[in-house]
């Protein structure tokens, strides 16, 4: 057996490990007794269109045609749809052609470093970050290279990037709104980095990609998103339905290759080859429909937003330190203690649930998913209140 995979199969995620301790601790004392904050499982109802498409498909479909294999990269008329959002929401031409429906950002991202990275070239991933990006990277062959965003206000650090950046690098993550911080990487901060990407390019005279995973995109609190194709030609989207249309579960998303990509055609081979030799062809075809038929359908993101006032309002008020996030349904608080996993720990006293920033590439926070009920927040700030005073 592969002992690396043995390794990874035996030591699950923080965020994970935590969740089924959670499981767990409910089962044995109830659900309202446990405040987890662990994962970003939206607590918003899937909206009431994707219900409907997702019904009237079942019922009007012929089961055969419904449930039977779509082409590898995805049925045609649903890429076209996609694209056509695309042109419509961004001003970005898009080609379905570009396309590739995925099993949601996880296989979209694989699929993607598996298509880009050649052994042992260098993917940079602004820091903190999702922790997985490790996990994919390395499996692509590639190797990862962190670089600490700018404190306190967790914007890109543009000279780091630069100081980073070798003859080996391949690719940049960027995560905007960002899982853990809820921050938006700003348009002047984005149009800096294609510059410096361009020189980087012309300088070694090899292509630099910007992988853009957007998860989060439709989960802002009023600030504009960057679209990154309108600033930067090589560029691949990762993008998934999981959180805007809240179908974690569904496991739905797709890769998308502008046009501006040199290459793109080859680059969508790949992508497809990739795709082929992981195995993640044909993703779920209700879902690809589903989608298809929602593409303008947006999440209402009112519930998160009241959520992340009182939780940023009150824990502040309390004496946490944290930066109030633009997107996603993240709060990076500040560690009491320099050991965010020993404040953790302690947190579990008051049946708080809390994510330690060490496997998200920094040390000295935790993770608060606030995509929970604004009811468990309520319940929970006592417990807040409480842990924090252990620390006067």
Request: proline share 6%.
């Amino acid at each position: 057996m592969n002992e690396k995979m043995i390794t990874l199969g035996k030591k699950r995620s923080v965020i994970r490990e935590l969740f089924e301790y959670g499981k767990k601790r409910k089962a044995l004392i109830g659900a309202e007794n446990v405040f987890d904050f662990s994962i970003g499982n939206p607590s918003v109802p899937t909206p009431q269109a994707v219900t409907d498409a997702m019904k009237r498909l079942i019922s009007e479909t012929e089961p055969v045609a419904l449930h039977g294999y779509t082409s590898a990269q995805g049925d045609f008329k649903v890429r076209r749809k996609i694209a056509e959002s695309i042109k419509r929401r961004f001003d970005v031409d898009a080609d379905p052609e570009l396309i590739y429906l995925t099993c949601g950002a996880a296989a979209s991202l694989t699929v993607t470093l598996k298509a880009l990275i050649n052994s042992g070239e260098e993917v940079i991933v602004p820091s903190p970050f999702f922790p997985e990006y490790k996990v994919f990277t390395e499996n692509a062959g590639g190797r990862l290279i962190s670089v600490p965003l700018r404190r306190p206000d967790f914007q890109l650090d543009i000279d780091a990037i630069k100081g980073a950046i070798t003859d080996k690098t391949r690719a940049i993550i960027i995560n905007s709104p960002n899982n853990p911080t809820g921050a938006i990487f700003s348009e002047e901060r984005i149009k800096q980095l294609a510059a410096v990407l361009e020189d980087k390019q012309k300088e070694y005279k090899n292509d630099i990609y910007i992988i853009s995973d957007e998860p989060y995109r439709e989960l802002t609190y009023g600030a504009d998103v960057p679209y990154i194709p309108k600033y930067y030609g090589n560029t691949v989207i990762c993008y998934s339905y999981s959180k805007s249309l809240s179908l974690p579960g569904e496991r739905i998303g797709y890769i998308f290759i502008p046009s501006t990509a040199n290459n793109s055609g080859e680059m969508y081979a790949a992508v497809c080859g990739a795709g082929r030799s992981l195995g993640f062809v044909c993703a779920p075809s209700l879902l690809q429909y589903t989608v298809g038929e929602c593409t303008e359908t947006t999440p209402n993101s009112e519930v998160y937003r009241k959520n992340r006032d009182l939780l940023y309002g009150s824990l502040t008020d309390y004496g946490y330190e944290a930066v109030p996030p633009d997107g996603a349904f993240y709060l990076f608080v500040k560690s009491p203690e320099p050991d965010a996993a020993a404040f953790c720990e302690r947190a579990k006293k008051y049946e708080l649930l809390l994510v330690p920033s060490d496997d998200f590439g920094c040390k000295g926070y935790v993770r608060i998913s606030y995509c929970v009920s604004t009811e468990q927040i309520k319940k929970s700030l006592p417990a807040f209140k409480a842990l924090i005073e252990e620390y006067k």
